[in-house]
C-alpha cells in the first residue's frame, strides 16, 4: 500500500463531529476512523465517498495521495 496524507481530521473538527459519531454515521468502527487519520488504513472508494459527503470535502482533498507519474492511471 502506498503511503498518503490524509486531512480527514481538520474536516471532521470542523463538522463538530468526533470519531465515534462519524463512524457511526459511515457504518464504520471508530478504530477505523482513527486509523484513517493517521494514514495507516487506506479506504475503500466507498468508505471515502461516505465520509467525503458527511464532512462536506471533496475524495481528493481528504485523501492525498502522491502522482506516481502518468502511466499510474492506466
Given at each position: 500500500m502506498?503511503?498518503?496524507?490524509?486531512?480527514?481530521r481538520?474536516?471532521?473538527?470542523?463538522?463538530?463531529?468526533?470519531?465515534?459519531?462519524?463512524?457511526?454515521?459511515?457504518?464504520?468502527?471508530?478504530?477505523?476512523?482513527?486509523?484513517?487519520?493517521?494514514?495507516?488504513?487506506?479506504?475503500?472508494?466507498?468508505?471515502?465517498?461516505?465520509?467525503?459527503?458527511?464532512?462536506?470535502?471533496?475524495?481528493?482533498?481528504?485523501?492525498?495521495?502522491?502522482?506516481?507519474?502518468?502511466?499510474?492511471?492506466?
Amino acid at each position: 500500500m502506498g503511503e498518503f496524507v490524509c486531512n480527514l481530521r481538520t474536516f471532521r473538527l470542523l463538522k463538530g463531529l468526533t470519531q465515534e459519531q462519524l463512524a457511526q454515521q459511515v457504518g464504520v468502527r471508530r478504530e477505523t476512523i482513527m486509523r484513517l487519520e493517521k494514514a495507516q488504513y487506506n479506504p475503500s472508494l466507498k468508505l471515502a465517498v461516505d465520509i467525503s459527503r458527511v464532512v462536506g470535502a471533496p475524495i481528493e482533498v481528504l485523501f492525498v495521495f502522491p502522482d506516481a507519474g502518468p502511466d499510474s492511471r492506466a
